[in-house]
């Protein structure tokens, strides 16, 4: 039982880790391109930009998912 408690704080621990990274990964990605990206994939529907920031997540979730074997 002690394991399976050791596993889920583990995979809490790994997942909040990549919450911060993959927002402040997000914030300098969004920085480089635009300024006010968050608007622009909001307000404007800039469908290229959301694309960009979506395949950051995958491949941020890639590298963590290879770390934790």
Known sequence: M???L???IEIFVYSA???VVALVCLKVTGS???P???KKI???GNI???IVCGCLFIGLALVVSSVMR
Do not use: P, R, Y
Request: proline share 0%; no cysteine; glycine share 10%.
């Open 2 to 4: 002690w394991k399976i």
């Open 6 to 8: 050791g596993n889920v």
């Open 17 to 19: 880790v990549f919450m």
């Open 32 to 34: 480089i391109f635009t």
């Open 36 to 38: 006010d990206f968050e």
């Open 42 to 44: 909001v307000e404007e």
């Open 48 to 50: 290229g930009l959301a």
